[in-house]
Structure formats: C-alpha cells, structure tokens
C-alpha cells in the first residue's frame, strides 16, 4: 500500500488553509503515488508537522518556518518515488 501523508497542525493559530492548501498541491502531484493525505488538528498550541506514515519530515518548530511547496514536494519525492521528475519545481543541479 502507498504511504499516507499527516500534515498535523495547529487550528487555533489558523494554519488550517495553510494545511488544506498543502494538502491539494501535495494530491495533484503524487496521485499515484500516495494513499492519501490526513489533516489532523492538533492539540499542541503552535504544532505544524508533516509526516510519511510514521517518519517525521518537516517540522515547523525545529526548522523555524514553514516549508515552500516546492521543498516539500522534493522531501516527499525523494521518500515516496524517488525516480519522479517534479519538472519546475525540481532541483535545479
């Protein structure tokens, strides 16, 4: 089975859309690739986290800002399918 992505975030600091828009990007670029995306609110004041199944990948608080989309989407390639080419938002080498 495809990995499930967790994009856990904190609802009282509004970062819902931030996770909802996340989360579309992340569907439209690895539909074949992953099982599905949960959006979890989370209880811990100021949490923003993604997930691969149970490996953590991105963490707000440890990184100190959010992710870019196009970051992200490299992250996640790079666990789900690393032979996928993201074209413009890929690594320029």
Known sequence: MNPTIKIEYCPKCGW???AA????ELLT?????????????SEVSGRYQISIDDTLIFDRKR???FPEIKELKQLIRDK????????????KG
């Open 16 to 18: 819902m859309l931030r």
């Open 63 to 65: 990184e100190g800002r």
């Open 29 to 41: 670029t690895f539909t074949d690739d992953v099982y599905g995306i949960l959006l979890i609110p």
């Open 80 to 91: 789900v399918n690393p032979q996928k080419d993201l074209g413009h938002s890929d690594k």
């Open 21 to 24: 828009y996340m989360a579309q």
